[in-house]
């Protein structure tokens, strides 16, 4: 099992920045993708993630500015950020679900909000 996260960089604050995740050895049309984001010096936290029909999930710090989704056929994930704030500066990360956890994480893209 492989996630490939790429597409990171730097952005001004009210940018947009679309990162996205690669898979592959695993049945990706069957299972939900999660996209997580650890911050400097904080935890790791979940912040959306999408079911294999295609519902979308958002923690509240992210609802109405991020867009996941996903393309079966490319085995990616894809995580759309707009109206982008310092604040959103982490370390993102795109994970397998398994159950009510994660088995496979990517290795983590940037993404610095910076004027």
């Known amino acids: 099992v492989q996630l490939q996260a790429s597409g990171g960089g730097m952005v001004q604050p009210g940018g947009s920045l679309t990162i996205s995740c690669e898979t592959s050895?695993?049945?990706?049309?069957?299972?939900?993708m999660a996209w997580f984001r650890q911050p400097p010096h904080k935890p790791r936290e979940w912040i959306a993630h999408?079911?294999?029909?295609?519902?979308?999930f958002y923690a509240d710090s992210v609802k109405g500015r991020f867009t996941v989704s996903r393309d079966n056929a490319r085995r990616t994930v894809y995580l759309r950020m707009d109206s982008l704030r310092p604040e959103d500066t982490a370390v993102y990360y795109c994970?397998?679900?398994?159950?009510?956890?994660?088995?496979?994480w990517g290795q983590g893209t940037q993404v610095t909000v910076s004027s």
């Open positions: 994970a397998k679900a398994a159950g009510l956890g994660v088995d496979y």
């Open positions: 050895g695993f049945d990706f049309s069957g299972k939900i």
């Open positions: 999408i079911t294999t029909a295609g519902n979308t």
